[in-house]
């Protein structure tokens, strides 16, 4: 049991970079680019679409080049007495997670190990094909980006014949090896998902940037790269919530209230994701314009734009569906008994604001929605500065 046990102990305390600060990219020196190459490669080759089997052994030999681009980053740049970091909110103590100033070389190293072990778990996770195409897409992505190249290097491969450390570990047996490797996966996805968060909104503020800047060409690209990211957001909320209803109604959730943490949890604490957010409203803010009036000027922008918006409103709509298997009916961990609203539901509100936000922007918006948020806003419920989002 002893290694069962410490097979699936929680995550270490995991660093990511402050999304507020400039954050300089490509940032790996010759050795790494190569292993992140191969890495890359290997990811794009997953079959998420194939047999058991042949999807486990994709992973698997995703995880190997994952640990060979761990390996490969200079041992100066691995942090150490990580717990001790301050933490800027409820949720980044419960989750393990820390935001600071990093040097581009420790947030390498930080990204390489969440993208390691979110690797070895998915080899056990039963996600669909889709999550698993857009979890790895977005990982390839930071990879990509840290490498500044998708260049892979020849005699690219399994080299399942090196150091067995980097593989997933042989499952165990048994109720409390269940347990263990559930209560991982719940941390393990969501450093996945900050991950993606930080590298969409670094991302997309240099995209701001640019469009700010009048370099069109180099916003799309930056856009197109911040799409990749949000649509991995969603397939890392299933990779977290990849445990049974009563495991999380029964374990996990007690754990989020006191007396285990200071305060009730809840979405809004989640720093990285607030950035994320932030960075989106930017963007709204930046280029406001109707894609009826974008896309006949800048049609390549009006598009990727539309993208991303879409990827961010589909994300809202998947996060619903990914709560109420868990919670069912129930209120969400702040709600007081005598509301009239429960989780699912206040999910779907954010999800309907967002879509009136964005229906003037997309080529298919949710017109009726917009048309009954409007309706509010002239009833005098307010709303929202638009471009701003209200989760």
């Known amino acids: 049991m002893g290694e069962q046990a410490s097979a699936y102990a929680l995550p270490p305390v995991t660093v990511f970079p402050d999304a507020t600060r400039p954050h300089p990219m490509p ?71 820390r935001t600071a100033a990093l040097t581009a070389g420790q947030a390498a190293h930080q990204a390489a190990q969440v993208i390691h072990r979110g690797l070895a778990d998915l080899c056990e996770v039963p996600l669909s094909g889709s999550d698993i195409v857009r979890e790895t897409a977005a990982m390839r992505q930071v990879v990509v980006d840290l490498a500044g190249s998708e260049e892979s290097p020849q005699g690219t491969g399994d080299r399942s014949g090196e150091s067995g450390e980097s593989a997933p ?20 996805g969501h450093h996945v998902h900050v991950l993606f968060n930080v590298y969409a909104t670094i991302t997309l503020r240099q995209a701001v940037e640019r469009l700010r800047g009048g370099a069109v060409r180099e916003a799309i690209a930056r856009i197109d790269r911040t799409t990749v990211y949000v649509q991995g957001f969603a397939a890392a909320r299933a990779h977290a919530a990849a445990l049974p209803s009563d495991f999380y109604n029964t374990t996990v959730r007690p754990t989020m209230v006191p007396t285990v943490v200071p305060v009730p949890l809840s979405g809004g604490m989640h720093v990285e994701y607030r950035e994320y957010r932030d960075a ?7 280029l406001p314009d ?9 049609p390549d922008l009006a598009f990727a734009r539309e993208a991303l918006l879409e990827a961010d409103l589909i994300e809202a709509e998947r996060h619903v569906c990914l709560v109420e298997p868990v919670v069912g009916a129930e209120r969400s961990l702040i709600q007081p008994p005598a509301t009239t609203d429960n989780a699912v539901s206040v999910l779907r509100l954010m999800r309907h604001v967002r879509a009136a936000r964005i229906a003037s922007l997309v080529r298919f918006g949710d017109h009726l929605v917009a048309t009954a948020v409007q309706h509010r806003r002239e009833g005098g419920d307010g709303a929202a500065t638009p471009g701003r989002a209200l989760e």
């Open 290 to 298: 109707a894609i009826e009036d974008l896309a006949p000027r800048e």
């Open 27 to 97: 940032c790996l020196g010759a050795g790494a680019r190569a292993e992140a190459g191969r890495l890359a490669a290997v990811l794009a080759a997953v079959p998420a679409f194939g047999t058991a089997a042949l999807r486990a052994s994709g992973l698997r030999a995703a995880a190997r080049a994952a640990a060979g681009l761990v390996r490969a980053l200079p041992a100066a740049d691995a942090l150490t007495d990580t717990d001790g970091l301050p933490v800027r909110s409820p949720v980044q103590g419960y989750f393990r997670v």
């Open 169 to 188: 570990a042989a499952p165990g047996t048994g109720p409390r090896w269940q347990e263990e490797m559930w209560l991982s996966r719940w941390i393990t």
């Open 280 to 286: 989106i409203g930017e963007l709204v803010e930046a």
